[in-house]
C-alpha cells in the first residue's frame, strides 16, 4: 500500500470547544506538513491547536495564538510527527471566525514478503 496525502478542514463554529480535527489511523504515521488558520471576520482571533496521545496527555502546538483578520497563518514551522491513535484538536477563542486547513502525509507500514 502507498503513502496517502490527505487534507482536513474546520470551520470553527462554537468558542472555546475542543473540535476533533484529525486522528491518526490505526497502523499509521503521519507527517503534519501544515496547519493554516484564517480568521475571516474583520476582528481576529484566537487559537488553540493540541495534540492529544493514546495515554490523554495532552501537548499544545498553539495556545491562545493571536490571529489577525484575513491574514492567513501558519502555526508549524517544521514538520510534525504524529502516529497511531493521536488526535489534533483545535480551540477558537471566538465563535464563526476562523477556519483551519491541515495538510498530511499519512506513512503506512511496510509489508515484508518472503
Do not use: C, W
Given at each position: ?6 487534507s482536513?478542514?474546520a ?24 496547519i ?7 476582528s481576529?482571533s484566537?487559537v ?14 498553539a495556545h ?22 493521536e488526535?489534533?484538536?483545535v480551540?477558537a477563542?471566538n ?9 498530511a502525509m ?5 509489508t515484508?514478503?518472503?
Amino acid at each position: 500500500m502507498a503513502n496517502s496525502f490527505i487534507s482536513k478542514k474546520a470551520d470553527i463554529t462554537q468558542v472555546e470547544t475542543e473540535i476533533v480535527l484529525y486522528t491518526v489511523p490505526t497502523a499509521t504515521t503521519a507527517v503534519i506538513r501544515s496547519i493554516l488558520v484564517n480568521d475571516d471576520s474583520g476582528s481576529g482571533s484566537t487559537v488553540t491547536i493540541s495534540v492529544t496521545n493514546t495515554s490523554d496527555a495532552v501537548f499544545k502546538i498553539a495556545h491562545l495564538k493571536d490571529i489577525s483578520p484575513k491574514t492567513p497563518t501558519e502555526i508549524l514551522t517544521n514538520p510534525l510527527v504524529v502516529e497511531t491513535g493521536e488526535i489534533i484538536k483545535v480551540t477558537a477563542g471566538n465563535a464563526n471566525r476562523l477556519h483551519v486547513l491541515l495538510s498530511a502525509m499519512e506513512v503506512l507500514p511496510r509489508t515484508v514478503t518472503t
